[in-house]
């Protein structure tokens, strides 16, 4: 099926399998970054499905819960920092997404994405800026996706309690940023991205 551009309004796909697509964890300095796809249940709606940035993070997990209770399939798949480092960031988001949707037990008919860039998949795509504020399948892979990677965060937490990833998630805090330069990078970290990689030339 062909790939669709950007549109100013969310088309009505009523009847049509529509997976919701979004991405987790493009802008942190270590870590994966995390994609999932959602094909809600009409029959079984989830109330109170938003952007997962303005949900606080014990919300986010009720919703993550009854998302994956619910719906009528949902995956969630990651590209790792090695994917990151070669292809870079945006190709490692995409085929995140790729996984994402390839991993469901329903092929959907449309995968609706956030934001303006669209992956390669055998179904027809529609992206839609603030998709994850507008449409709920969106909203609810952005849940998933986020809670999947908070959750892979405190793991690595637990591996390099040093950097205080419990805390910043692997954002460029100023925390994470004094730890990055008293411990230097760990395997985790991007080295694609400019403050990792000033560190491993010994640059303050």
């Not at 950007?6 to 270590?30: H, I, K, N, Q, S």
């Not at 949902?74 to 490692?92: G, Q």
């Amino acid at each position: 099926m062909g790939q669709n551009s950007l549109f100013a309004e969310t088309p009505d796909f009523t009847g049509v399998l529509m997976a919701g697509v979004d991405e987790a964890g493009r802008g942190p300095l270590a870590g994966g970054v995390y994609a999932a796809a959602v094909i809600l249940d009409p029959d079984r709606p989830v109330a109170g499905l938003a952007d997962s940035k303005v949900l606080i993070a014990e919300r986010r997990e009720e919703l993550a819960l009854l998302i994956q209770e619910r719906a009528l399939a949902w995956c969630v798949a990651s590209a790792t920092v090695p994917e990151i480092d070669t292809l870079n960031i945006l190709r490692a988001t995409l085929l995140a997404m790729q996984r994402a949707v390839d991993g469901l037990a329903h092929v959907p008919q449309v995968a609706m994405v956030d934001g303006n860039q669209a992956p390669k998949l055998r179904c027809t795509v529609q992206t839609v800026i603030k998709g994850d504020a507008l449409v709920p399948a969106i909203s609810a892979a952005s849940i998933l996706a986020k809670t999947a990677r908070d959750a892979d965060l405190l793991r690595l937490h637990a591996l390099y309690p040093q950097y205080g990833f419990d805390q910043h998630k692997g954002y460029g805090t100023v925390l994470h940023m004094d730890r990055l330069r008293e411990h230097g990078p760990c395997p985790e970290h991007r080295r694609s991205f400019a403050p990792v990689r000033d560190r491993l030339a010994g640059l303050p």
